[in-house]
């Protein structure tokens, strides 16, 4: 029978896809994935080697000495790190170093002075009840005596750093 022949062919077809699969599989997979369930011992270490792209406020001291300054006396110095507001900032460190390949990740964000703000403000209902909350921007800004428009920032009014009211 002349069918067969497509048979044979789908049969071998198949067969090179399981054998590809299974030469893939094992140049990918860990060696040791699999040694103790879902979790690898080696993902520790891993990632321990890898260099944070976040840095840390003491990170900035030495040259932003005003900004540190100013946040160290401010409403967010116990929990809000620079890079909350400022994105991870490895490669600016690294570019400040003088390192010529330091370049901005793909994927990078900077202060705006609102869209970070609101991200932690504005009021949801899985928020800490410690942080201070606003219900929206429209509202906080008018209660406060401030017009509303859509290039209103936080720190229209909000110094950046201390938070104070200017
Ligand atoms: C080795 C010195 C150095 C270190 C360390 C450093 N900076 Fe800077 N930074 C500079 C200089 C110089 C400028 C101004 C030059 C420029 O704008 O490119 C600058 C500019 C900035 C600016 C304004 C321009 C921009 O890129 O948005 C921000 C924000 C900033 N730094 C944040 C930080 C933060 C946050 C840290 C800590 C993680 C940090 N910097 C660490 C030297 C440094
Ligand atoms: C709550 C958010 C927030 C935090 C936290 C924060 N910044 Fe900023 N920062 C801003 C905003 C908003 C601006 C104004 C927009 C801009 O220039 O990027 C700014 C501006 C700056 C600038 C530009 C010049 C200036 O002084 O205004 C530097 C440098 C800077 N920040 C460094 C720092 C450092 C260093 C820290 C931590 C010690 C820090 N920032 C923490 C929001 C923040
Ligand atoms: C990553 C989250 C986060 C971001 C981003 C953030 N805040 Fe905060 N903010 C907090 C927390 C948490 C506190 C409470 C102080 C603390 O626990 O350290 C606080 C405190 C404050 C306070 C003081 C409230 C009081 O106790 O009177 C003001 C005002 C404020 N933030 C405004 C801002 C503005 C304006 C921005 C943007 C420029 C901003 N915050 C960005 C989390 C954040
Ligand atoms: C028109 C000026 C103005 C603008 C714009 C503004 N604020 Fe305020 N904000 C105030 C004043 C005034 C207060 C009360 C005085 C104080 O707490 O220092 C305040 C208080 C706060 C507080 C403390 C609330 C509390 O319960 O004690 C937070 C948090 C806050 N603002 C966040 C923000 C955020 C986030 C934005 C931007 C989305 C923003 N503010 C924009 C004027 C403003």
Redesign the pocket.
């Known amino acids: 029978m002349g069918h067969n022949k497509h048979i044979l062919r789908l049969l071998g077809v198949l067969g090179a896809v399981v054998v590809l699969f299974v030469v893939v599989r094992t140049m990918v997979v860990p060696k040791d994935f699999g040694k103790t369930g879902h979790f690898r011992f080696g993902a520790i270490e891993e990632e321990k080697a890898k260099t944070a792209r976040f840095q840390g406020?003491d990170a900035?001291?030495d040259?932003?000495a005003?900004?540190?300054k100013?946040?160290?006396e401010g409403k967010?110095k116990h929990h809000?790190?620079?890079?909350?507001?400022?994105g991870p900032r490895l490669w600016h460190v690294r570019q400040m170093n003088g390192e010529p390949d330091a370049t901005p990740p793909k994927a990078y964000w900077?202060?705006?002075?609102?869209v970070?703000?609101k991200r932690c403000h504005v009021k949801t209902f899985e928020r800490a009840p410690q942080v201070k909350s606003i219900e929206s921007v429209q509202a906080h800004v008018t209660e406060m005596g401030g017009t509303f428009s859509p290039t209103t920032?936080?720190?229209d009014c909000h110094n950046?750093?201390s938070?104070e009211v200017k």
Do not use: P, R, V
């Open positions: 406020a900035c001291k040259c932003h005003e900004a540190f100013t946040w160290t967010h809000i790190q620079c890079e909350n507001c400022h900077n202060a705006t002075g609102i970070e703000c920032k936080c720190t950046q750093h938070l």
